[in-house]
T-cell receptor, first 113, second 110 residues
Framework: GEDVEQSLFLSVREGDSSVINCTYT??????LYWYKQEPGAGLQLLTY?????DMKQDQRLTVLLNKKDKHLSLRIADTQTGDSAIYFC?????????????FGKGTRLHILP | NAGVTQTPKFRILKIGQSMTLQCAQD?????MYWYRQDPGMGLKLIYY???????DKGEVPNGYNVSRSTTEDFPLRLELAAPSQTSVYFC?????????FGQGTRLTVV
């Protein structure tokens, strides 16, 4: 079935760039998402990318999509302490191709001073 | 500007009690979802709906029921609460592209 994989932890120094990686199995996913979850809070939609795009940039966030390798990445430029959170990668999947939202287990981003 | 609204925010239930978690969206989205998130874990899909009158099971539906009589509302029902249902429950709604989440309901079953 559909699966989304992410590494569980990432440590980055404040001011450096963070790159969070994700791989997915459902090549028919039309949309892929990145969510941010701070402790005790809900999921905040950071950005999303349509499957016919290779890259999307929004201020400090850059999403890269490699459809051939089924690889998605989120780059956060100039990482700040407020970026400390869990980041979830997700994609659309399911029998009808776009009915379910399938999540990875999340990457915990830790910011080093 | 409400988006997805979940009620209640917190609830303690005794084993065997029942309750309904409410979810409402004001964006006219067709797709709606219920997920649960256990401590330190990712999200597991309980049920979802692709439109009013249509619901489908996710990966962990046992012990839950849903209905979707209107586009706006997607309540989740727990009939006989068990300690294993202690979790944070998130509702989400989606257009063709963007998907937004509610703030969650933290449920404890004792």
């Amino acid at each position: 079935g559909e699966d989304v994989e992410q590494s569980l932890f990432l440590s980055v120094r404040e001011g450096d760039s963070s790159v969070i990686n994700c791989t997915y199995t459902d090549s028919s996913s039309t949309y892929l998402y990145w969510y941010k979850q701070e402790p005790g809070a809900g999921l905040q939609l950071l950005t999303y990318i349509f499957s016919n795009m290779d890259m999307k940039q929004d201020q400090r966030l850059t999403v890269l999509l490699n459809k051939k390798d089924k690889h998605l990445s989120l780059r956060i430029a100039d990482t700040q302490t407020g970026d400390s959170a869990i980041y979830f990668c997700a994609g659309l999947g399911g029998m009808n191709r776009d009915d379910k939202i399938i999540f990875g287990k999340g990457t915990r981003l830790h910011i080093l001073p | 500007n409400a988006g997805v609204t979940q009620t209640p925010k917190f609830r303690i239930l005794k084993i065997g009690q029942s309750m309904t978690l409410q979810c409402a969206q004001d964006m006219n989205h067709n797709y709606m979802y219920w997920y649960r998130q256990d401590p330190g874990m990712g999200l597991k899909l309980i049920y979802y709906s692709v439109g009013a009158g249509i619901t489908d099971k996710g990966e962990v539906p046992n012990g839950y029921n849903v209905s979707r009589s209107t586009t706006e509302d997607f309540p989740l029902r727990l009939e006989l609460a068990a300690p294993s249902q202690t979790s944070v429950y998130f509702c989400a709604s989606r257009s063709d592209s963007e998907a937004f989440f509610g703030q969650g309901t933290r449920l404890t079953v004792v």
